[in-house]
């Protein structure tokens, strides 16, 4: 019986240890976290992000490869021995390169000029999504300390709530019922606090993915919960974005079907030979000729396919215009809307709910109210704060969406 006793005692002390192996932890990741402003997440992020570096390569294998405008054929050494001239064994040996004329290799450097330049605007764009994920990671963070504040200001109101109701019991002024349902509240309230440590782990994960780095970095406590108003001078920021990108890969289909046309120019050849003839004299010289492209439909194909994606470009141009116009007309209402329950809570609705807890927690104090009724009133406080908190969550990130709306660059 007596290792049956210790084999419980044991079992029913794990969730202590557990509480307490988190707020360890917890401590020690606040000890060793980095704070940082949004302004040098985003510019963090944009160093070390894997993406722009990918493009920086891009970039960098675009620009090398305008070495390559200049493309000659492989040289053509040839060996003929035996007795094509005589009864004798003679040698011949004549050696011959061809070099493109014409413009194709004007085109071929202006197509590789205008690759470097759609990688450059293809990077822009990458950019730009960085800098939305890491806006809606910092400020998902900040909801998350905002929720955990809230939820400890909910633990000192029923822990006062506890004690005046452990007194009214012990002066026989209420039932036990009261105390119970505190003490329940309260343990509430205390697994919650538990749980949003996890989410802020989560959050301050997600923020940490967005800037890859291993650093512990977490949002500047300081920084305004609500996020700036979108500035008129973002406005147009991803419609120009957008813009450069389509022109920019228009101007390349256009390129490509220069290069396919110029391919259908003639080479120019240069040779030199010299062979023996009755196997006693040598002889040699030059020759001259043309490479001329007499079945060139498929460059021309070529050129013409991509005349026609040089079509379908200016129609997703056309098509992205339109999207992000309604998209933009769309998200406005949404930030309206939001807009509109903030202003609310913020002038009137945190007061009311500041008003509800005093008058209730003096009436209740006094004998003047019900505990059935304090209750009631102390959740529709609670209520009040929790829909605050999460309208301005949703602002946030509907301010956020305004500011970044999204593309598709397919």
Do not use: C, H, W
């Given at each position: 019986m007596e290792e049956i006793g210790i084999k419980r005692r044991k079992k029913m002390s794990n969730p202590i240890v557990s509480i307490i192996v988190l707020l360890i932890s917890t401590f020690s990741f606040a000890q060793n976290s980095q704070t940082i402003t949004l302004e040098k997440a985003i510019e963090k992020a944009k160093a070390n992000n894997i993406d722009l570096k990918i493009a920086d390569k891009e970039i960098e294998k675009q620009t090398v490869l305008k070495k390559t405008a200049f493309q000659v054929d492989p040289l053509q050494v040839q060996y003929q021995g035996g007795q094509f001239n005589s009864v004798d064994y003679d040698h011949n040996v004549s050696i011959q390169q061809y070099f493109p004329i014409g413009k194709i290799t004007k085109a071929n450097r202006q197509l590789q000029e205008e690759l470097a330049k759609l990688a450059e605007k293809r990077k822009a764009l990458t950019e730009y999504e960085i800098e939305k994920a890491v806006s809606l990671a910092y400020y998902q963070y900040l909801y998350g300390v905002s929720i955990q504040k809230l939820n400890n200001e909910l633990f000192e109101i029923y822990t006062k709530f506890l004690k005046n109701a452990e007194l009214r019991f012990q002066t026989g002024e209420s039932g036990n019922i009261e105390v119970i349902s505190a003490k329940a509240k309260s343990k509430e309230i205390e697994t919650q606090k538990a749980k949003l440590e996890y989410d802020l782990v989560v959050y301050q994960k997600q923020l940490q993915y967005f800037i890859q780095t291993d650093e512990n970095i977490v949002p500047?406590?300081?920084?305004?919960?609500?996020?700036?108003?979108?500035?008129?001078?973002?406005?147009?920021?991803?419609?120009?974005?957008?813009?450069?990108?389509?022109?920019?890969?228009?101007?390349?289909?256009?390129?490509?079907?220069?290069?396919?046309?110029?391919?259908?120019?003639?080479?120019?050849?240069?040779?030199?030979?010299?062979?023996?003839?009755?196997?006693?004299?040598?002889?040699?010289?030059?020759?001259?000729?043309?490479?001329?492209?007499?079945?060139?439909?498929?460059?021309?194909?070529?050129?013409?396919?991509?005349?026609?994606?040089?079509?379908?470009?200016?129609?997703?141009?056309?098509?992205s215009k339109l999207t992000l116009k309604l998209q933009k007309e769309e998200l406005q209402n949404e930030f309206e809307k939001q807009k509109i329950a903030l202003v609310y809570y913020q002038n009137e609705g945190l007061q009311y709910a500041e008003q509800i807890i005093t008058t209730a927690q003096k009436s209740y104090a006094n004998g003047d109210m019900s505990y059935w009724s304090y209750i009631s009133f102390l959740n529709q406080a609670i209520d009040i704060k929790k829909q605050s908190a999460e309208a301005i969550n949703a602002y946030n990130q509907s301010a956020i969406q305004l500011q970044f709306p999204s593309f598709n660059n397919n």
């Open positions: 500047d406590a300081t920084t305004p919960l609500q996020y700036a108003n979108p500035t008129a001078s973002n406005d147009d920021k991803i419609q120009g974005l957008v813009n450069d990108y389509y022109t920019q890969q228009i101007s390349v289909y256009q390129k490509e079907a220069n290069t396919f046309k110029a391919m259908r120019t003639s080479k120019l050849g240069l040779g030199y030979f010299g062979q023996t003839i009755d196997t006693k004299s040598y002889f040699q010289g030059f020759t001259a000729g043309l490479q001329i492209p007499l079945f060139g439909g498929a460059n021309t194909a070529k050129a013409k396919a991509s005349e026609i994606s040089v079509s379908q470009s200016k129609l997703e141009l056309d098509k």
